[in-house]
């Protein structure tokens, strides 16, 4: 189906992917047609081989070595300047190129059937979370491509980080599984962009394209508290008893809080002190408030540990930027 045109979704290790040919500008104008995505977004290209980044990539640095040799396969996405095999349709009309290989035996047979190019964005339809299971991809694409690989839940459940390599310091640009002290044990030196570290002003627009757009948002209004612990839970308590004759409220609560809320919908998203498996149920703990049809949502913040700065970052977006500081 890919070698014809078609579409595909396809789960990796972090979300299930919507691909098609990244090397054919008609099925990149159907991966976003499909998503509903602004086309000025770039798509990113899944490889099974290193060698085929040759292929697609020109001027890639020693650093790219080095990192694959880490973390490829795995949840790291590369910037490299694009050559022009690569259409402009695939990658927004940008001069470089995101190139991935990711970890999921399915996803790497898929690509080696396919041709070895796979352009694929997260498979969920633009603005809402990124799916991570096969039934995610249904409830958002089912009639829109051609076809579902189902695999089961995903392993790690948010998008790869996303380094660029083009300039003299690697940026990394969307944080993600591998944190930036990881990378930094392999390079020395990688920096951030601004915009992600002032994750809490909307005004400074990130460099990743899609980045800047509103993001995995639930359909009623979520709201971050953040703050100690005994602080973030009487905060909550107090809003759930002021609004509850008038809303249907939700909370994401830790393993360690989720009993003390007496709201309509309250998820336990894990205990603090896993990170991974905060990280693994995020989307579906977004999307599940749907279903419940949660108007007005609260939520705890997960900020502690190296996966933090991963989770927050699809929070905030979630949030819209909406937090409150309780003390
Ligand atoms: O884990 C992942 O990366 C998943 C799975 C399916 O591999 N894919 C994914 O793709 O998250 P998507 O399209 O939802 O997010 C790709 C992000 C967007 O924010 C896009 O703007 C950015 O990567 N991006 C792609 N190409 C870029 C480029 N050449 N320069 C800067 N940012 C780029
Ligand atoms: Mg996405």
């Known amino acids: 189906m890919i070698r ?7 789960p990796t290790e972090t979300v299930y992917g919507l691909g098609g040919d990244a090397l054919n500008p008609l099925s990149s104008g159907k991966i976003y047609a499909a998503k509903g995505r602004p086309s000025d977004n770039p798509l990113i290209v899944h490889i099974a081989d290193f060698e085929a980044l040759e292929a697609i990539a020109t001027d890639i640095p020693k650093a790219a070595s080095k990192l694959a040799g880490r973390f490829w396969p795995g949840p ?8 022009d095999c690569v259409p402009d349709e695939t990658t927004g009309g940008l001069s470089t190129v995101a190139v991935r290989m990711p970890d999921n035996p399915i996803a790497l047979a898929l690509i080696r059937a396919s041709g070895g190019y796979i352009a694929a964005p997260s498979a ?3 603005g809402r979370p990124s799916p991570t299971s096969g039934e995610h991809v ?7 491509i051609d ?3 189902d695999g089961g839940s995903t392993r790690i459940g948010l998008e790869s980080t996303i380094v660029d390599l083009t300039g003299d310091t690697p940026v990394i640009l969307r944080p993600g599984f591998i944190s930036a002290g990881m990378l930094d044990e392999v390079l020395g030196h990688v920096e951030t962009d601004p915009a992600i570290a002032g994750e809490t ?4 627009h990130p460099k990743a394209p899609g980045m800047k757009y509103k993001h995995y948002a639930p359909k009623g209004t979520l709201t971050i508290v953040s703050g100690e612990r005994e602080a973030v839970v009487a905060y909550i308590q107090k809003q759930i008893r002021e609004h509850d004759a008038n809303h249907r409220i939700g909370v994401i609560a830790s393993a360690e809080t989720c009993e003390r809320y007496q709201a309509d919908v309250v998820c336990n998203i894990g205990s603090v002190a896993d990170e991974e498996t905060i990280a693994r149920h995020l989307y579906d703990v977004l999307r599940s408030f749907d279903v419940k049809q949660a108007d007005l949502i609260y939520s705890e913040a997960f900020n502690g540990g190296s996966l933090g700065q991963a989770i927050m970052n699809r929070l905030i977006k979630a949030a819209g930027h909406h937090i409150i500081e309780v003390s």
């Open 201 to 204: 002003d909307p005004s400074v």
């Open 138 to 144: 249904r409830e958002d694409m089912d009639g829109r």
């Open 147 to 149: 076809m579902i690989l």
């Open 76 to 83: 790291l996405t590369m910037i490299f300047r694009k050559r």
């Open 4 to 10: 014809e045109g078609g579409l595909v979704a396809f």
């Open 124 to 126: 969920n339809l633009s």
